[in-house]
């Protein structure tokens, strides 16, 4: 997806303090521009099982280069054996928020 330029990165965690950690290593590694989280309930299927879980969601905003490194750190970071990192391609945006974006994320993405 070469023509898109920007994307929301998706990532559920069990905990605020997880997601926090997160959030503060990619702001700071500068791979995101914001971060925001808040609670949500889950339901799904693992190992056979359907659970009914709260958690927390993530929503990444970033360059679409960003997130083979962004997923990489999530890997590294995150408590679940297959976490969940989903990226979505921004179409539109106001060019001021863009720019910021464009502002507040490294030009060439670090692993």
């Known amino acids: 997806m070469e023509s ?22 990619l702001i700071q590694a500068k791979l995101a521009a914001a971060v925001s989280f808040t609670p949500i309930q889950s339901i799904y299927t693992w190992q056979d099982q ?3 879980k709260p958690e927390w969601q993530l929503l990444i905003k970033t360059r679409w280069e ?9 890997q590294a970071l ?14 539109a945006g106001s060019p001021a928020y863009l ?13």
């Open 78 to 91: 995150h408590s679940y054996e297959v976490p969940e990192i989903m990226a979505l391609p921004v179409m």
């Open 99 to 111: 720019q910021w974006i464009d502002e507040h994320t490294c030009a060439t993405p670090s692993s």
């Open 4 to 25: 898109i330029t920007y994307a929301i990165v998706l990532v559920t965690v069990k905990s605020q303090a997880e997601a926090e950690a997160i959030a503060h290593t």
């Open 66 to 74: 960003h997130y083979e490194a962004i997923a990489t750190q999530v």
């Open 50 to 52: 359907v659970h009914h």
